[in-house]
């Protein structure tokens, strides 16, 4: 299993305003277990408030796993011992996560890009997302009564 340490590192424009800085782009090419893929993320997302570390921005498989949201109700997961489950602090109920799976974890900077608030980073980061698969040709959008890129 591979580490954020690991992978093969890129520079890749995040750009949410004009004129910000690029954030590292990181892709492990191993499946990466949750709990080291979290701890890693928890001390780069310390360093980058402190100002050691640069941004980041990583794409990564797990292996068979779910994650429990906080809306997530046990009765509601079909085959409970089938995969390891992690209970995580985001919202919404169950999500499935494994091989063949891109997951991509963004570390910013959000008091420097959006002044701290959250709901301005997820309206900026959809709109990242819809111009970067605009980019590929790909059609995206937003949706009034969902959260994410549709």
């Given amino acids: ?18 004129g910000q800085e690029t954030a590292e782009w990181a892709v492990s090419r191993d499946l990466v277990d949750y709990e080291v893929a979290v701890a890693a993320m928890e001390a780069r997302a310390a360093h980058i408030a402190n100002g050691e570390a640069s941004e980041l921005v990583w794409l990564l498989e797990h292996p068979s796993l779910y994650t429990a949201g906080t809306s997530s109700r046990d009765e509601d997961l079909l085959q409970s011992n089938r ?60 949706r009034q009564d969902r959260v994410g890129v549709w």
């Fill in 83 to 142: 995969f390891p489950v992690y209970r995580t602090g985001r919202g919404g109920q169950f999500t499935y996560h494994g091989p063949g799976q891109r997951v991509v974890y963004v570390m910013l900077d959000l008091k420097r890009r959006t002044g701290g608030d959250v709901r301005k980073f997820v309206g900026l980061l959809e709109w990242w997302l819809i111009t970067a698969l605009a980019e590929m040709g790909v059609h995206g959008e937003t």
């Fill in 1 to 18: 299993m591979s580490t954020v340490g690991e992978k093969q590192q890129h520079r890749v424009p995040v750009v949410m305003r004009e």
